[in-house]
């Protein structure tokens, strides 16, 4: 069973699109993480929420912790080339953290 | 170090070959972590160390895989007898931070396969 859950799995947009992706749990987290990672490298961290219902901008990308801190969104507005990749949501629950499998995102130049 | 470095960068292996996997984390981070990435998933949590002290190693997914942390800086994931299924990336990551709270800053990973 996967505790956290992202969708959609794969994503291919067209540049300059908006665009949400989305990771859902039933369990409930003391902070959630982003991160996007390029083919060939580590995962790097864009950001973390920690209270419930916060919301945080980090230029053309919107993250957003759910009021239950059971789930997170993530919009990016006007998308780029340089924003393809795999992003990956992961939840500190229980002393560890935990990651979703990842939504593979595409922009079409 | 700026960042996480891990060596080597890609090994082969045969099957049944030792391996051992190297991270240095940066300089001063109190915490390191090993995660097992499979082709198009997410990592997995394999092990966590606060300084030299292994607190979880609960993701180890046999007892052929061991790491260790002697003087709480440089750690090395060994494993023993590979097999095709241990073929992933291993990424490590470090956090300045006790608590898992915080993000991490992950190494490039070493590409592992098994033949």
């Known amino acids: 069973t996967q505790l956290l859950e992202q969708s959609p799995q794969f994503l291919s947009i067209q540049e300059g699109e908006n665009l949400t992706v989305y990771c859902n749990s039933s369990s409930v987290f003391s902070s959630l993480q982003w991160y996007r990672q390029e083919p060939g490298e580590g995962p790097v961290l864009l950001v973390t929420v920690v209270t419930g219902g916060e919301v945080k901008k980090l230029k053309r990308l919107t993250f957003q912790f759910g009021d239950a801190r059971k789930d997170s969104s993530l919009h990016i507005t006007a998308a780029q080339p340089g924003d393809t990749g795999l992003y990956l949501c992961a939840g500190a629950k229980d002393d560890k953290i935990i990651f979703g499998k990842g939504t593979r995102l595409h922009i079409l130049p | 170090g700026a960042g996480v470095s891990q060596s080597p960068r890609y090994k082969v292996a045969k099957r049944g070959q030792d391996v051992a996997l190297r991270c240095d984390p940066i300089?001063?981070?109190?915490?390191l972590f090993w995660y097992q990435q499979a082709l198009g998933q997410g990592p997995e949590f394999l092990t966590y160390?606060?300084?030299?002290?292994?607190?979880?190693k609960s993701g180890l997914p046999s007892d052929r895989f061991f790491a260790e942390r002697p003087e709480g800086s440089v750690s090395t994931l060994k494993i023993q007898r590979t097999q095709q299924e241990d073929s992933a990336v291993y990424l490590c990551?470090?956090?300045?931070?006790?608590?898992?709270?915080?993000?991490?800053?992950f190494g490039s990973g070493t590409r592992l396969t098994v033949v």
């Open positions: 990551a470090s956090s300045a931070y006790r608590e898992r709270y915080y993000g991490y800053t």
């Open positions: 160390f606060q300084n030299e002290a292994q607190l979880d």
């Open positions: 300089s001063g981070h109190v915490s």
